[in-house]
């Protein structure tokens, strides 16, 4: 059975600090994605991760695959309340079906 | 998230009632995904559609769950005789055909079973 798991489950910070998010495997994966989910709402995409250590930036988010295609980080600076929210990463090896990370839930104090 | 439309936002049924979720994918998009979110979990993949076709019910309780695309109007995940595990959030997501690279999810239907 393949498992993401992510880390650190929790995490509150102050605003303009930095942090980094982790999402781990054992299995290799094809394509990886990082979602953001706000309370009530349903996740939303951010990106997509293909190759083995691909880089994507998304303004203050950087989002790293990992060499081997089995792990993934997304590091945030200078973090800002609208950050807050609750962080998944999904993950095929190279169907429609995903699986996804029970989540970091980020909480970025004023 | 405004392209995949669900409905309800909530619904509270009684134990032993019927539960009916809709979704509306996003225009142009031909490729249906259910998935279940419970408290403090990730989401776990239920049932892949197209249209007048299931492809993929793998993830989708045996008895009772039932989830269907007819050619015109929304998909429709249907749970017969809900009971309290059954509460959660259901949330649906399309894609066009072909590769997926990420899904377009709707913000979810909250079900609550008392």
């Known amino acids: 059975t393949q498992l993401l798991e992510q880390s650190p489950q929790f995490l509150s910070i102050q605003e303009g600090e930095n942090l980094t998010v982790y999402c781990n495997s054992s299995s290799v994966f094809s394509s990886l994605q990082w979602y953001r989910q706000e309370p009530g709402e349903g996740p939303v995409l951010l990106v997509t991760v293909v190759t083995g250590g691909e880089v994507k930036k998304l303004k203050r988010l950087t989002f790293q695959f990992g060499d081997a295609r089995k792990d993934s980080s997304l590091h945030i600076t200078a973090a800002q309340p609208g950050d807050t929210g609750l962080y998944l990463c999904a993950a095929t090896s190279g169907t429609y079906k995903y699986i996804f990370g029970t989540g970091t839930r980020l909480k970025v104090l004023a | 998230n405004a392209g995949v439309m669900q409905n309800p936002r909530h619904l509270v049924r009684r134990r032993g009632q019927e539960a009916r979720l809709r979704c509306s994918p996003m225009k142009g998009h031909s490729h249906v995904y259910w998935y279940r979110q419970l408290p403090e979990e990730g989401l776990k993949f239920m049932v892949y559609l197209q249209k007048e076709n299931i492809i993929d019910e793998s993830g989708m309780p045996k008895e009772r769950f039932s989830a269907e695309f007819p050619k015109e109007g929304p998909s429709i995940l249907r749970i017969q005789q809900v009971v309290r595990g059954d509460s959660a959030a259901y949330f649906c997501?399309?894609?066009?055909?072909?590769?997926?690279?990420?899904?377009?999810f709707g913000s979810g239907t909250r079900l609550t079973v008392v």
């Open positions: 997501a399309s894609s066009p055909p072909g590769r997926v690279d990420g899904y377009t």
